[in-house]
């Protein structure tokens, strides 16, 4: 399966402020997908990240909040914009490597984002 | 919409204790089940899954079944290891997405 190295993987950030993640695969993938996981919450889909198209945003996520880039097959950034204490979650990077099946993702050990 | 509605942890068991995470769900159609498994440090990982009604998912020790009756997908393990000690996700998937559980944390102390 697809190894993902997640950075930063933790940090402390000022209200109002950007953060970008980047999201680094071992292997080639068509989609990568950005998660969120507010504490004591579960995992919320944010966007889907095709190589060479834009990312396709969830309801309630917006692009000018939470842009992508994906400029190759194994690489992604996510940016969350003008910081508040309500960004304070865990992001995660994820894969479906090819053969898997359906919806079986390999996950990156996330990023834990901290707004004061 | 879909949901997975899980057992609220934490959970501490002692080692060689059976363990049971009850995991339900709403969905339209004919979902495929999953559980996850988030190790200390790690991302998350596919402990196993149900494709239809009756498959009954396993993977080191674990089971899980999938109850159309009842709307369930419950994990099992008959001993548990302090090497178990993780944060579990139920998950099911409907119109190409996967909704997850709110996750529950399992320690296992020897």
């Known amino acids: 399966s697809a190894v993902i190295s997640q950075k930063p993987s933790r940090d402390i950030c000022q209200r109002g402020t950007s953060l970008t993640i980047q999201c680094q695969v071992d292997?080639?993938?068509?989609?990568m997908f950005w998660y969120r996981q507010q504490p004591g919450q579960s995992l919320t889909l944010i966007a889907t990240?095709?190589?060479?198209?834009?990312?396709?945003?969830e309801s309630g996520f917006v692009i000018d909040k939470f842009p992508i880039s994906r400029p190759n097959l194994t690489f992604s950034t996510l940016t969350v914009s003008n910081m508040s204490p309500e960004d304070s979650s865990i992001y995660l990077c994820?894969?479906?490597?090819?053969?898997?099946?359906?919806?079986?993702?390999?996950f990156g050990a996330g990023s834990r984002l901290t707004v004061l | 919409g879909d949901s997975v509605t899980q057992m609220e942890g934490p959970v501490t068991l002692s080692e060689e204790a059976f363990l049971t995470i009850n995991c339900t769900y709403t969905?339209?159609?004919?979902?495929?089940l999953f559980w996850y498994v988030q190790y200390p440090g790690e991302g998350l990982q596919l402990l196993l899954k149900?494709?239809?009604?009756?498959d009954k998912g396993s993977n080191k020790g674990f089971e899980a079944t999938y109850r159309k009756e009842t709307t369930s997908f419950h994990l099992e393990k008959g001993s548990v290891q302090v090497s178990d000690s993780a944060v579990y996700f139920c998950?099911?998937?409907?119109?190409?997405?996967?909704?997850f559980g709110t996750g529950t944390r399992l320690t296992i102390i020897p």
């Open positions: 969905a339209t159609g004919y979902p495929s």
């Open positions: 292997s080639q993938v068509t989609m």
């Open positions: 994820s894969v479906e490597p090819g053969g898997s099946g359906a919806n079986v993702l390999t």
């Open positions: 149900a494709t239809k009604a009756d």
């Open positions: 998950a099911l998937s409907g119109n190409e997405k996967l909704t």
């Open positions: 990240a095709n190589q060479g198209s834009e990312a396709t945003y």
